[in-house]
């Protein structure tokens, strides 16, 4: 009974069970093309890693280092002088990104509450929705035209032509998509239930909206709402021809205005060496300012969650 | 019995039990006056599109009028004789965002599976992922300086060698001298990596988990599942995703103005200064005047005008193509 014939492998039955086909085979062509690929996507992930590590290092390190407090309240030196810091640069992304949050916020909530709570699926939403997400495709130099067309050119306000105001229009264009599609995706989050109880009680309709679901879906919405103005704060290209650049402290919001961004711009492409090393110690505020927010952004949603 | 009707408005009350609220003027009108004012927030949103559309439009009309469609197949762009063509920067565009997709979708995607296909600790996957987004939060303006200080001077001596080695085709035929095509690609990699990273990472996680159980309880390998199972479940999401990065790349401004060179002469080789639609606005807005600025509106159109059908081609895409499980 012991003597069974010697049949080739593959063919027989006891070998189609044998409980060594069960055991991880390396050499298999399918386990060596698992490996493979593996390891390349290993390797597509790490060269993806590899920029932020690298921009991040050369910016904290070479930016870090120039931090010094007379930065933050000198003004830029001339062409080709040393010292001085980005003070009126630091002030003017602020104000900047301020009047672009002050405009783009309430419009943008406003509008997501329409889309939300009073029409969700009717024609003219869905005109609305398509118009949000072609603006948010629009690229930001765009909307640098446009304000220049609308605004600077026409001389609109009190006859000046380059403005912070001009360019805080025009961050609020690029702003206005992603504050309008968190509002209007949080607020559809919100629990039918809570709509209903709050009516049930006698509420209003906008008391509802303003005391009930609105507070409901914070969470949301000031995540959208920090990741857009972080991303509004380090736009350069709308800010080049609408709010110009200025050497000098903001002479109100009808001026001209130095910000950040154009401040790196300008001094990236300056043939001398001290305005390049004022670029990085200026990208250095900026990345940690938006990196802040981002992780804020962050926040706000793992605090809520819990 | 509720203490907000007033006994004036409930003349029929059924047998006095309980009272029917009746609304107030006062909060008719308010709650009237609010979906108003929000209905013409939402409609202000159509509106800034529709200005924007008719503002470069009617400054790009003279443009329009003077040039007409040479303009998309001249490569002469002279102030001087005002003569302008917007081939070179309309060929850049669309050179620079298709080989940086090239480069970058490989990337994107490879990346996304490594941190969604249980390979690795998931710990180390939400760090890869944590880093792949805040690498999208950094401005374009801080990577442009990267690039021209760091990058291009690091890639250098490889520019060089694929002159030397390709120096026999049109594309690789000048020296590379610092600014130019190949590292405005790169750079434009960089930034729309974490784009198609993160889209094909939702995608990917958002295969229903009995796909893969199926997969895996036939027998199939990892890759096997992937390749069969998972990525084409997930391929709509993952091209509506590339193509919205591929519109990003068009209209990218800043890192590219300040690494391409911002050439006016047309020269098809990669390692020399090119051009793109929008680094020309950028570098040339603030100083032009008369039918410059009207030429380099109709540019800007024509950059809206692609941004435009790339994008509803993404969002249509999205739509038909999406599986119903």
Redesign the interface.
Known sequence: MTSFPQVPQAHSASSLFDRGTLFFKPSLG??L??SI??S??????T???L??????L??LVQGGRLITPSLFTQLPPAPGMSGGGIGNAMIGTVVVTLIASLLAI???V??G???S???RSGW??Q??RF?????A??????????V???IVATRIFFGQSYSAMAGGIALS?LM??TV?KTTDEGLKLVPQELRWGAFGV?A???VT?LKVVLPAAFTPIATGVV?AI??A?????PL??TA?FSPFWPEGIFNPIASM?VL??NF??MPYAPQ?QL??AA?FV??VM??AA?LLARWITRVNRT | MSSLSTPAAVPESPAGAYTLRRRPMSEKLLDGGFRNLTMGLAALVATVLLAILITVFSGAREAIAEFGTSFLTSSAWDPVNEKYGAFTAIYGTLVSSFLALLLAVPLGIGTAIFITEDIIPSSLREAIGLMVELLAAIPSVVLGLWAIFVMEPAIRPLLNLSHKLLGWTPFFNTVPQGPGMAPAILILVVMVLPIITAIARDALNQVPIELRQGAYGIGTTRWGAIFNIILPAAISAIVGGVMLALGRAMGETMAVTMIIGNALNFNVSLLAPGNTIASMLANQFGEADGIQVSALMYAGLILMLLTFVVNVAAQWIVRKLSLRY
């Not at chain 1, 920029?51 to 991040?56: G, N, S």
């Not at chain 1, 118009?131 to 603006?135: K, R, Y």
Request: charged share 5%; aromatic share 12%.
């Open positions: 399918r386990n093309f698992n690929c593996t390349i996507a290993g390797l597509f992930a060269i993806a890693v920029p932020l590590v690298l921009v991040l050369y910016v309430p419009i943008g406003g509008g509450i329409y889309l709570e009073y029409n003219f939403a005109v609305v118009c949000n997400d072609v603006l495709g629009v690229p930001s130099i765009i909307s640098g035209v446009f220049y067309g609308l264009v206005l998509p309008i006698g209003s309709q906008v909206i990741l972080a991303r704060a380090g736009e350069t290209a080049i021809f110009l961004s790196i711009y990236a492409i390049n670029a990085w990208s900026l990345v938006i990196l981002n």
